[in-house]
């Protein structure tokens, strides 16, 4: 067998083994970038210079002649890879600037990048029939890498002022393009390819970008996340911490809001032993605003204790109180004023789904429709009142529309008639069992919307 002269092992590891080295820290730099956009940010940033960077470290490493004799393969083998790898290595390239620069630019980038994906589209499928590249599509290739490259520059230069980020992609371009130029002008020093060591600095560079944007954006969610939580617990603080003992009453409530903070809110004024009024309201949308809504209504109606007897009177007040200050949002509300002593529940509604009560000397449910316009948008609305005798046993249901229209695996609503036949039997349940009973069937849905239910039971 015959050796290989040590100069020329030597030549070949000193004119490898640096390029080897950037194609792995390059490959690496790639799989790690999509990882944490995968695993992490979902940052669109990370996802195009991973790509960029995984593409180019490929190419090196099928250029690389350490890599081929590793393998036992012949350089021509892996050429037409490289040269398809080639072609489809700006396209992320380009994707990274058209996620990065401003809306003005838009349009101009994505013109680069249909011509790149056409080119793409035409030159890899031939290169891999052939075997070998067009000279033409080196050549449309070249023009599209320089004129891009140049228009980025400018692009960079003019929102450098408005986009920090988008400066700091000048001097990784300049200095790649710088790269490019020379070794395109054939300046090799030492005979060396110069163009691996422009590109590691553009992906440095873009991958700074990237991950300086991905880490303000997940400072920006994490502020988002704690200002949720502080909401949640005002919101929680808002509402009742348990509903109000009286005798000849049993109350159970429950709340769950759809998010972090919902737009659903109960509150209850009680009136000495033997009245208690009820108001169950539902806030238009869902988030943080449905949820400011909400916190005003806690003011509102504890405005309302002189009025606390009569429920359309309250909803005239706070339709008083809220009108022109909900933003284009409104609010249902449904009240009843429970009054033990002569045995009455008088009720008004304000465009809410009705109250049902529970006959239980006539075994049957009743629905308590009197309801007028919706809270806010309609200031001179007016409110009507109906009064209903309960006996011992009765029971009053007040919910918000998402218990109704929660969606079962089938795909049908709960609706109001399965309502209805959960409160006729539930002669001798607790209110609490109840409650827990009718959550446990909606549980088994998709959550839709802001979840919450009062039910009173007159002993």
Partial sequence: MDLIPREVVYGVLRA????????????????????????????????????????????????????????????????????????????????????????????????????????????????????????????????????????????????????????????PLVIFGAFVLAENQGLRPRGFDIEPVGFLVLVAGLAGIAVKRALETERRLRDVEQELATARRIQSAILPEMAPSLPKLRIATRYEPMTSVAGDFYDFLTNGETAVTILVADVSGHGVPAALVASMLKVCFAAQSERAHDPAAILSGLNRMLRGSLGGQYVTAACAAIDTAAGTIRYAGAGHPPALLLDKKNRRVVELTENGLFLGPFPQASYSSMMVPVASGDALLLYTDGIVEARLGNGEEFGRERLRMMLESADGHPPAQLIDSLFRQIAATEQQDDLTAVLVRFE
């Fill in 16 to 171: 490898s083994l640096p390029f080897f080295a950037i194609a792995c820290i390059t490959v690496v730099a790639g799989i790690a970038a999509l990882l944490l956009w995968r695993l992490r940010t979902r940052d669109r940033l990370l996802l195009w210079v991973g790509l960029f960077s995984l593409l180019y470290g490929t190419r090196l490493l099928i250029q690389n002649e350490l890599v081929r004799d590793a393998f036992g393969a012949p350089g021509i083998g892996y050429r037409r890879w490289e040269f398809a790898i080639t072609y489809a290595i700006n396209i992320p390239y380009v994707l990274f600037a058209l996620e990065l620069l401003g809306q003005g630019w838009k349009r101009v980038i994505r013109i680069w990048l249909w011509l790149y994906v056409a080119l793409a589209a035409v030159a890899i499928p031939v290169t891999l029939w052939l075997g070998h590249p067009l000279h033409v599509f080196d050549q449309i290739n070249s023009v599209l890498v320089v004129s891009g490259t140049l228009l980025l520059l400018v692009q960079v230069l003019i929102e450098r002022s408005r986009n920090p980020l988008a400066w700091a992609m000048f001097w």
